[in-house]
T-cell receptor, first 114, second 111 residues
Framework: KAGVTQTPRYLIKTRGQQVTLSCSPI?????VSWYQQTPGQGLQFLFE???????NKGNFPGRFSGRQFSNSRSEMNVSTLELGDSALYLC?????????????FGEGSRLTVL | SQQGEEDPQALSIQEGENATMNCSYK?????LQWYRQNSGRGLVHLIL?????REKHSGRLRVTLDTSKKSSSLLITASRAADTASYFC???????????FGQGTRLTINP
């Protein structure tokens, strides 16, 4: 069974631009969660999508948004990029809701904002 | 602030020794999980322990949970160089419907 796939793996953007990250969950998994990881703040929860609906949202500004498609694939978008958005963005899928069982993580998308 | 706080932040031991990491949290939980992350990679699930369980084993891993002290520990026995990684606890807070990760413990196993 294929694991969680995140694309792109690495990207460089400049301030003010926007970026879209993609996550393909494990087949059959209905939940996709997104996390931002930085050396200073650690792993911060962004949001969770379950069956195309946003189930929960972390404490991030509205510039961070996401969605989930009918095939459970998910995208997250960050608009008007700031230097502080440089981070490793991790996607995780789970069979049921994210907090109730094991999360399967992708390798992450490393975003650098210049 | 992070719900789960790991202690110590960094741990360096010799191969073959046991490694113990601790996690403390502030509010009631439904379950607590431990994950491993190799440098810059995705996280890998290790163990999930529910609030009504006190101890779980998986291979060389042993996890304990003390809900009265709001703490958990992860013990890795007979450590190997491949165990070098960061270890995170993640708590499912009651009512929050999300997993909250701690800052992690960076474990280094010296050959």
């Amino acid at each position: 069974k294929a694991g969680v796939t995140q694309t792109p793996r690495y990207l460089i953007k400049t301030r003010g631009q926007q970026v879209t990250l993609s996550c393909s969950p494990i087949s059959g998994h209905r939940s996709v969660s997104w996390y931002q990881q930085t050396p200073g703040q650690g792993l911060q929860f962004l949001f969770e999508y379950f069956s195309e609906t946003q189930r929960n949202k972390g404490n991030f500004p509205g510039r961070f948004s996401g969605r989930q498609f009918s095939n459970s694939r998910s995208e997250m978008n960050v608009s008007t990029l700031e230097l502080g958005d440089s981070a490793l963005y991790l996607c995780a899928s789970s069979l049921w809701t994210a907090n109730t069982g094991e999360l399967f993580f992708g390798e992450g998308s490393r975003l650098t904002v210049l | 602030s992070q719900q789960g706080e790991e202690d110590p932040q960094a741990l360096s031991i010799q191969e073959g020794e046991n490694a113990t990491m601790n996690c403390s949290y502030k509010t009631s939980i439904n379950n607590l999980q431990w994950y491993r992350q190799n440098s810059g990679r995705g996280l890998v699930h290790l163990i999930l322990i529910r609030s009504n369980e006190r101890e779980k084993h998986s291979g060389r891993l042993r996890v304990t949970l003390d809900t009265s002290k709001k703490s958990s520990s992860l013990l890795i026995t007979a450590s190997r160089a491949a165990d070098t990684a960061s270890y995170f606890c993640a708590t499912d807070l009651q009512g929050a419907q999300k997993l909250v990760f701690g800052q992690g413990t960076r474990l280094t196993i010296n050959p």
